[in-house]
């Protein structure tokens, strides 16, 4: 696609059930990132993906919050047993990796209210 | 953990004013990044100055650089009221973990 594209927009959900939150990148942006974005605060670092794998997974809140990519492509990042406390809006980005510095690209993305 | 920190948090200036942003950062970079946010969805990339480069300009953006302090700023010239947003500094990390790491973020109000 022309950007990357994250799904849903919006998700409300009852408290204690799980949510996936899907992001898709630039195709050929190997680097993919996710955030988490409470109401006027900062960006706060959850996981980032080279590739498939996953160098870093320290921003993760807790064991509720997992994240894959697939193919290089498409990553999905699951909250289980979701509380009032994880509603934020989820940002994902991606980038090419390139030796002289390269922009990140982001979704518009995930808002998610837990009730 | 958020590794950019800039200051100040909150700037509200008049239109045709300059409006400078500061961010600090902690660990060996690869090159910074600064982007736009309007009402707290995606992020825009404004400009990127590498570590080996001391100032950037980019229309009525000027960007500079201070390895050794560890500090970067932003500068928007003529401001106007299109401008008002929140602002944020990124860092890639230097070596092969090219983490991407926001900062807290400025909120600037132009004010016609």
């Known amino acids: 696609g022309a950007g990357v594209s994250q799904s849903p927009s919006n998700k409300v959900t009852e408290k204690g059930k799980d949510v996936e939150l899907r992001c898709d990148p630039i195709?050929?942006?190997?680097?993919l990132y996710w955030y988490r974005q409470s109401l006027g605060q900062g960006l706060e670092f959850l996981i980032y993906?080279?590739?498939?794998?996953?160098?870093?997974k320290s921003g993760l809140p807790s064991d509720r919050f997992s994240a894959e990519r697939t193919g290089g492509s498409v990553s999905t990042l699951t909250i289980q047993r979701t509380q009032q406390e994880d509603s934020a809006v989820y940002l994902c980005?991606?980038?090419?990796?390139?030796?002289?510095?390269?922009?990140?690209?982001f979704g518009q993305g995930t808002r998610l209210t837990v009730v | 953990s958020q590794q950019g920190e800039e200051d100040p948090q909150a700037l509200s200036i008049q239109e045709g004013e300059n409006a400078t942003m500061n961010c600090s950062y902690k660990?060996?970079?690869?090159?910074l990044q600064w982007y736009r946010q309007n009402s707290g969805r995606g992020l825009v990339h404004l400009i990127l100055?590498?570590?080996?480069?001391r100032e950037k300009h980019s229309g009525r953006l000027r960007v500079t650089l201070d390895t050794s302090k560890k500090s970067s700023s932003l500068l928007i010239t003529a401001s106007r009221a299109a401008d008002t947003a929140s602002y944020f500094c990124?860092?890639?990390?230097?070596?092969?973990?090219?983490?991407?790491?926001f900062g807290s973020g400025t909120q600037l109000t132009v004010l016609p």
């Open positions: 980005a991606s980038r090419a990796i390139g030796g002289g510095g390269t922009e990140a690209f």
């Open positions: 195709s050929g942006h190997t680097a």
């Open positions: 993906f080279q590739g498939n794998s996953a160098p870093d």
């Open positions: 660990t060996s970079i690869n090159n």
């Open positions: 100055i590498r570590s080996n480069e």
């Open positions: 990124a860092t890639v990390s230097s070596g092969s973990a090219r983490q991407l790491t």
